[in-house]
């Protein structure tokens, strides 16, 4: 199955590649903010804005500084703070009669933590990262504070994750927004917090100082912490890979006790009271795998050459394991995800995300957990809801907000989307026939709409949805396209890998075919054989990807 899945995998890499959060008339972030957001936003950095002032004043002073305060920053940084940057990236800086500031902004800026788009799309969804920067004692306050429920032991990546997931709804009960949020996250925190949040992450504590100010500054800077920490754990993590990418079966072997215990204190291996010299070996081992992504998934996708060099050998074994074109296909797609909608993908699976993760480690936590099922209803079930559906269950499991909302003739399918996550909510806490109501509800419209969802959606819709998956789209995609590529994203974040019939293992037969004839033609085997050899592996194809699937 090795060329058959690095087949599936360049396939999905050409529908979707690089992140993009931007489409041609597409609002800027802040133009969702409501105007207590917008002032405060200008508040925090320090941007005078007349009073009173119209929405449309407050959102072009927004504009006119967006750039400098959430894209780039580092413009107002002087000299030192950018060779300061370059150096705690590893960049070599010119000397100091030669580096001259506009030469230190061109290099920052080639090397900054983000892109400009995948900034605003983080602005999209402020909950995906704020509270990265937390202590554990302060997750553990906010969720004791807003009653968020967190299974025991409490560890803190579990905390993370269930108040990230409780964040909206703790905002709704006080009546506050969420996009910018106010000094509500912050109630929890001592004003002694605050002045160390903010010497932790190398930002001045403004002076003369109030509780207010605290708030205001550490806000302002949540994302550039996070930014950092994220880069420094990435940064551990080439340490770590540099350090196991020496370390060979040879010298494990040679290593004594003490030696072994040594490596993993160091590199933050857990040893067990009463491990062996064997079972220490085994444990590094494992480790190295891991951090050198030297596992049986990794060395598979490693292995085109081969089955190139013997292509009747490796198409045989191609077909003995249909799962496995089925697991690339989906590590291909989540390759193209954004932060946000990874973070979404493991929150609905119960999974935790550790503070600090890197793209790359949601990545390989979402691969690492695509078997496993969504835990019930979520909320991403309106996800793919149309506006049929979405009206339908407000009408007749919402509030009498939900009902009104559900009435607004130029209601957003957003607005609607927010609504019927409200009206779930209160009903999953009424519980009772509230409850049982609503998700029959669900579970009807959801099997219902299984075969036509996406059918009724516009193109800006699908663009939207696409775009929270950080998947670009092309200019000129055609309706159907844009469709196919919306049901595609949507199976994956649902299913995992255990994708339902009709999906991924459904089209089996045809890619096998489809992988054989490209390897035929690669390796110039246009003879009658290797027709026959191809009719005869499309047969045997067809009767083991049927018989997985009986077996699905």
């Known amino acids: 199955m090795r060329y058959l899945s690095t087949l599936v995998t360049a396939t999905l890499a050409v529908t979707g590649v690089a992140a993009s959060s931007w489409f041609p008339g597409s609002k800027a972030v802040y133009n969702k903010w409501h105007e207590t957001e917008l002032e405060r936003w200008l508040s925090d950095n320090n941007i005078a804005y007349p009073t009173p002032a119209d929405r449309k004043d407050l959102e072009s002073l927004i504009e006119k500084n967006w750039d400098s305060y959430v894209v780039a920053p580092y413009k107002s940084w002087d000299s030192a703070q950018l060779s ?4 705690s990236k590893g960049k070599e800086t010119k000397a100091d009669a030669e580096a001259t500031k506009d030469s230190l902004l061109e290099q920052v800026q080639a090397n900054w933590y983000e892109t400009e788009d995948s900034a605003q799309q983080a602005w999209g969804s402020v909950k995906d990262w704020i509270l990265d920067t937390w202590t554990e004692s302060q997750l553990k306050a906010f969720a004791d504070k807003h009653s968020v429920p967190v299974p025991q032991p409490r560890q ?3 905390m993370l994750q269930k108040a990230r997931q409780g964040y909206e709804t703790v905002a709704k009960k006080l009546g506050e927004t969420t996009a910018y949020p106010g000094n509500w996250l912050y109630e929890t925190w001592t004003e002694s917090e605050l002045k160390e949040w903010l010497d932790a992450h190398g930002f001045p504590a403004p002076q003369p100082t109030s509780r207010d100010q ?23 993590t080439a340490s770590a890979q540099s350090a196991y990418a020496t370390l060979t079966d040879m010298i494990i072997d040679a290593w004594n006790e003490s030696q072994l215990k040594d490596f993993c204190d160091k590199n933050g291996i857990a040893v067990p009271q009463g491990t062996k010299v064997n079972e220490l070996r085994a444990l590094v081992r494992k480790n190295r ?32 394991s249909a799962s496995l074109a089925s697991q690339h296909a989906f590590d291909a797609a989540v390759k193209s995800w954004s932060d946000s909608r990874l973070k979404s993908y493991l929150d609905a699976r119960g999974v935790p995300v550790p503070q600090g993760s890197t793209t790359d480690d949601l990545r390989a936590l979402a691969r690492k957990h695509s078997h496993k099922a ?46 019927a996550n409200s009206a779930y909510s209160s009903a999953s806490t009424a519980g009772g026939s509230a409850y049982a109501a609503a998700t029959e509800y669900i579970s009807s419209a959801t099997a219902d709409a299984k075969d036509s969802v996406f059918d009724s959606w516009t193109e800006t819709e699908l663009k939207a ?57 690669q390796l110039d085997l246009g003879s009658e054989a290797a027709k026959q050899k191809a009719a005869e592996a499309e047969a045997e194809a067809k009767a083991k990807a049927q018989h997985v699937k009986q077996e699905l």
């Open 289 to 320: 795998a891991e951090i050198l992504g030297d596992t049986v998934a990794s060395s598979a996708s490693s292995a085109f050459g081969a089955a190139t060099s013997n292509a009747e050998n490796q198409f045989a074994q191609a077909t003995d």
């Open 84 to 87: 300061e940057y370059l150096q």
């Open 156 to 158: 803190r990546d579990t």
């Open 214 to 236: 605290l708030i205001a500054s550490v806000r302002r800077n949540s994302r550039l912490a996070y930014l950092r920490s994220r880069s420094q754990a990435a940064s551990a």
């Open 465 to 521: 949805y696409l775009d929270s998956y950080g998947i670009p789209v092309p200019q000129g995609t055609k309706l159907e396209e844009l469709k196919a590529q919306a049901r595609k994203q949507s199976t994956y974040f649902k299913y995992g890998t255990s994708s339902p019939g009709g999906t991924v293992l459904a089209k089996l037969e045809n890619a096998a075919k489809d992988g054989w004839n490209w390897v035929a033609q």
């Open 374 to 419: 969504a835990t019930g209803w979520t909320a991403w079930t309106f996800d793919d809801f149309s506006y049929d559906n979405l009206r339908g269950y407000l009408s007749k499991n919402g509030d009498a907000a939900a009902k009104k909302a559900a009435e607004k003739k130029d209601a957003t399918r957003a607005e609607l989307v927010s609504a």
